[in-house]
């Protein structure tokens, strides 16, 4: 097989370097890497080193000449991961292996194999499936929006990962507690349009794609073959995250052979509303008797505080059927404890965080080497907005910026609209409400479907920081509300290299870092409110925080608020999943007035007159253009501007807090304060 294992000079030269690959690897994670033939399933929990394992196990088998690189098959589920098997793989001098989604490796088949099983090239692929969704929806008379068309296209989607043709959907619907837009029996009939609709356009959608491929091996035997021929070893990393769908690809690329490692957690299945299924994970050994099965229980990741407090939440999990127990064994030096603070209100709660980012910052931990986690996108806003306000630089992952949503740009836009009609003081918020009533929102019921959801909640956060200023601010108007929108969402479009991470939890997966934040952990958010009524959906909830918290590396604070705004009533249970977590004494901030919160700054000398002249600036600035002080400048701006004094628009534009569109408005201004 391969011309170089028969090399005697070089055989010599692999055998040590497949010495040095597993000198890298602990005993247990040693035997995983050696079993390089015949099924292998590492069932591990999270930082317990699954990812290192597998392409140690990869290079292990090469330097041995046991794999050919280019026969070997690594999938995953993200192009980002994949990325990351690759860089890994060429860390450890291994070229050649292919290492991608289940979606690459599939078209990349599929486009060689086109003319023999489709009789013609490659079809055009539908990466947007809105389009389609919303001509066979018009087609079966259904009135929709574009939020009811992407929580149709979400539906499609489940349906065809799990396997579902349009006549299985509604009581596969059903039995798996979805909750689509429109009655079951006429989603499934938008389904079979939408199948019908794509097939007369002659184009293949994602899921068709995975489909068509293993048809492919299924029905040629010549494709399968030939494909079987080139793949010979195959590898999966985050297998409990699997969907049906995958799992019949993957058959069809084994054709019956066993040469196939998977390697997973079940504890971070966290997609299964989507399709994945984790008993493929815990069935491996079922169906491959003959497996190596090899558990993984040093937690390399995170600090012994860390990991007390992960297994501590997840032994919590009543027992599932088939699932061992995954305990985590930190090995790191010992860090902090975990630490849990209670706020009175959102605003407040991330207020904090955002100071506690500061300080660590400061304290010269890199700002990429933290993150706040959340567990739904609406909860962004707030933490977007304190970020900015202390000057602290953050990027988003996995989702849009607020102010870049349609639905908020299209609710600014009426804003804007009814500001221009002009508007009364002391009306703020129920003018806001109106206005975004106008676009079919009703404040008190969410609608169902995600998509939906998603942007109800987008709107309600709207609302939320209306009635958030007006508590600070009472006669702010309509106008003064969308000139403080504009300044916001410019503020937080300035593009940031090196921030601190804001990401939903879901987004956090396989992901580390020093300091990690899990905010908002109130019941109906954590576990989220539509999953209450089914004990499985709860549990997913779980699994979700167990993923968030193993993301951190040593320091852990986890924190909820008692009420959504200031002044709203307190009455907010925290997550019932912290209970057995939080110590007896938990620190709660101080329920003092937000203001108090705000960190005094006291400035000596020279640089407290400029802080004081600049604070009258300021407010004559801000009374000007009918915002509230804090958007023009910050505290900590200004501090940052009186002890450093610049004396031109660069130096000015070096300090933090400072965008381009900034200093375009205030640069001048505060030049001229400095020099007065
Ligand atoms: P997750 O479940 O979150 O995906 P994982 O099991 O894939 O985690 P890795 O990302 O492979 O874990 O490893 C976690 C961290 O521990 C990484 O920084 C990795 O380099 C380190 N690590 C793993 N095994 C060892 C080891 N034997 N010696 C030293 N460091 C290790
Ligand atoms: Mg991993």
Redesign the pocket.
Known sequence: MSQIAGAPDLEREEGAGAEAVLA???DE?RAAAQAVSGPVCIL??????????I?HRIAYGVHTGVFVPEQVLAVTFTARAAGELRARLAGLGVGGVQARTFHAAAMRQLRYFAPRVLGGPMPGLIENKLRVVASAASRSRLSTDRTSLRDLASEIEWAKTTLATPDDYPARAQAAGREPPFEPAVVAQVYAGYESAKQRDGALDFEDLLLVTAFALEEHPDVARQVRAQYRHFVV??YQDVNPLQQRLLDAWLGGRADVCV???PN?TIYSFTGADPDYLLGFADRYPDAEVVK?E????STPQVVALANKLIGQAPPRKGLPGLRLLG?RPEGPAPRFFEHPDEPAEAAAVAQACRALIEAGTPAAEIAVLFRINAQSEVYENALSAAGVPYVLKGGERFFERPEVREAVLLLRGAAAGGSEPGALVPTVRDVLASTGWAEHRPPPGGAARDRWQSLAALVDLAVDLVAETPTLDLAGFVAHLAARADAQHAPTVQGVTLASMHAA????WDAVFVVGLVDGVVPIAQSLSRPEAVEEERRLLY?AV??A?EQLTLSWSLARNPGGRRTRPRSRFLTGLVPESTPSAAPAPRKAKRAKVVLEGEAGELFERLRVWRSETAASASVPAYVVFTDATLQAIAESRPASLRELAALPGIGSRKLELYGEGVLATVGS
Not at 44 to 53: E, I, S
């Open positions: 890298q690897l602990d994670q591990a929990g999270a930082g317990t080193g699954k990812t290192r394992t392409t990393d985050e390697v997973g957690d971070q993984l040093r937690d390399y990741r090995q997966k396989g992901l580390e993923v193993t993301r590396r």
